[in-house]
């Protein structure tokens, strides 16, 4: 255990003795790793549980947005992205039916420098982060499975948890017990308003010394196919995930399967210089595949418990846009429960008072992401004939429109949702307007009837998120 002198203070003695700390957090991965050290640097006295402390080897949270840089520098954890063979992003490049536009992320002046986001393996920034936790002396970090709450059987109130420690049974208590164990957490079902959805997966491939058409960007590939993504996040890896809808039909187990998706509609599809690495890794590479969900985030009313990360909230990650949620969260929330606002977290009416607070301040950076996450993949997995318009509009609005808007926001430097409302009804008049030009004279009396369905598409691919999102 670390400490400056070779003793440990009576805090610490507490965690390694009796398992007792101000807070427990679940899940030692991007949320729960900067939340410890945020508040074991505020002097509170912190046990972070992990099932696994081995690298981990995942196709997610490997591409970070400037917005979300800019938030671990402000946790002072910026060195965690350095000696991870680290690849600078300064935009993205795409691609719609072989036709490429770049959009770089926007300058805050003219005179300062482009930002940038990174791009790295995900388990050595991870890593990183944990050592980041493991150092800091007010916080513990324990091998452990977490398999339940421990709640107190009249008040309702969590008052920690039990874990499975090399097939022993273990126990661990807190004021403040903090689920941020992911995706398919087991601790919201009861806490939790929502269940995630989902439509599509991602499937994943690493591509060995592959020849992007534009190095240093995030590459987005439209077609008549669901989106693809690709980004360098090594000197010779490339990621690339494919985005795949539930029973979609050229996928079936009838027409090869996925491989075999990949090997006839994927393939084709890629530049180039990315088609013999990305065969090899088919043949020869480790398949991968993740579940892309929806799950808007709900108010924790339960006293002495939170849930964070994506145990909270998540966004089709075709944006690249959760972990710069996670870390946005836990600058809003080092903030409402400092020591200075609640002095104990044993003040459990104190804390669920704090929570709601945040439940409405996170908005501010979480909402832009989670709507254009949704609405921009609805427009790129176009399914008819008017989201192909839309799709089609978009792609014209980033050749010809004001690209610092739209950019900003996907780089989650730009914070307000009227700016993306505005755009994206931008997107849907340019559509309109396209359709008109090409509509030849003597169809023209459909026009409006098509220009209106697009205009119907636009409302129902967004409105809901943005209701989501404003009321509850
Ligand atoms: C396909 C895909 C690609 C993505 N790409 C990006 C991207 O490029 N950029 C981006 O910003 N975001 C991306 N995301 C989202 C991003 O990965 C998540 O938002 C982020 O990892 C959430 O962090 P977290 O700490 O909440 O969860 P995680 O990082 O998943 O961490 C959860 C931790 O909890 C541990 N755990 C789970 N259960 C238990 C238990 N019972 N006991 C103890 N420990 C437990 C796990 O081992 C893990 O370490 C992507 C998501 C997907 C699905
Ligand atoms: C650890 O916590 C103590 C209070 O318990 C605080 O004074 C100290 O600054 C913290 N140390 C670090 C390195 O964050």
């Known amino acids: 255990m670390p400490s400056t002198n070779g003793v440990l203070s009576p805090a610490a003695q507490r ?34 549980l992990e099932k696994s402390l081995e690298e981990p080897n995942r196709i997610v949270g490997e591409l970070l947005q400037p917005g979300g840089l800019q938030a671990l520098e402000k946790l002072g954890l910026a060195d965690c992205l350095e000696g991870i063979d680290g690849i600078d992003v300064k935009g993205y490049w795409i691609s719609y039916f072989g036709q490429p536009v770049l959009l770089e992320y926007p300058k805050s002046s003219p005179s ?14 991870v890593n990183k982060l944990r050592q980041a936790a493991l ?33 022993l049974k273990d126990c661990y208590f807190a004021q403040l017990t903090v689920a941020a164990d992911g995706y398919a957490s087991d601790f919201r079902k009861k806490h939790h308003q929502y269940t995630p959805k989902r439509r599509s997966k991602f499937y994943g491939l690493e591509l060995i010394d592959a020849d992007l058409p534009c190095p240093n960007t995030g590459h987005v590939l439209l077609s008549d196919n669901p989106p693809i993504l690709m980004y360098q996040i090594g000197t010779h890896e490339t990621r690339i995930l494919v985005d795949v809808p539930d029973n979609l039909p050229a996928a079936s187990v009838k027409n ?15 530049p180039e210089g990315c088609q013999a690495s990305f065969l090899d890794a088919l043949e020869n590479g480790q398949l991968r595949s993740m579940p892309n969900s929806f799950l808007p985030a709900s108010t924790n009313k339960t006293p002495g418990f939170m849930i ?21 969260d836990v600058c809003v929330i080092r903030e409402l429960l400092s020591p200075e606002c609640v002095p104990s977290f044993s003040d459990t009416e104190l804390v669920l008072k704090q929570l709601s607070i945040f439940h409405w301040k996170r908005k501010n950076s979480s909402s832009v992401i989670n709507i254009l996450a949704q609405a921009l993949y609805s427009i790129f997995a176009a399914e008819d004939r008017s989201m192909q318009s839309l799709q089609r509009g978009c792609f014209r609005y980033f050749v010809v429109g004001p690209v610092s808007g739209p950019v900003g926001l996907l780089a989650g430097l730009i914070q307000q949702p009227l700016v993306l409302v505005s755009h994206f009804f931008s997107v849907a008049f340019l559509s309109i307007w396209i359709l008109f030009r090409e509509t030849p004279l003597l169809e023209l009396i459909m026009f409006p009837w098509h220009a209106i369905m697009i205009l119907y598409t636009a409302c129902i691919v967004i409105m809901p998120y943005i209701w989501t999102e404003v009321w509850y």
Do not use: W
Not at 20 to 45: K, N, T, Y
Not at 140 to 155: D, I, M, N, P, R
Not at 257 to 269: Q, S
């Open 15 to 48: 965690r390694i003795d009796h398992h007792e700390a101000d807070v427990v957090i679940v899940g030692a991965g991007i949320l729960g790793c900067a939340l410890a050290v945020a508040l074991g640097r505020q002097g509170r006295s912190v046990i972070l």
């Open 112 to 125: 300062s420098p482009t930002p940038l986001g990174r791009a790295f393996h995900h388990g050595r920034f």
């Open 135 to 167: 150092s800091c002396p007010n916080v513990t970090v324990v091998e452990t499975k977490v398999t339940g709450l421990v709640t107190s059987s009249h008040t309702n109130e969590v008052l920690g948890v039990e874990s499975v420690t090399k097939d």
């Open 256 to 270: 090869g399967g996925v491989k075999g998706y990949f090997r006839k509609n994927i393939l084709p599809k890629l």
């Open 308 to 328: 964070l990360g994506d145990a909270l909230n998540m966004r089709h990650p075709l944006t690249g846009g959760g972990m710069t949620v996670a870390l946005n």
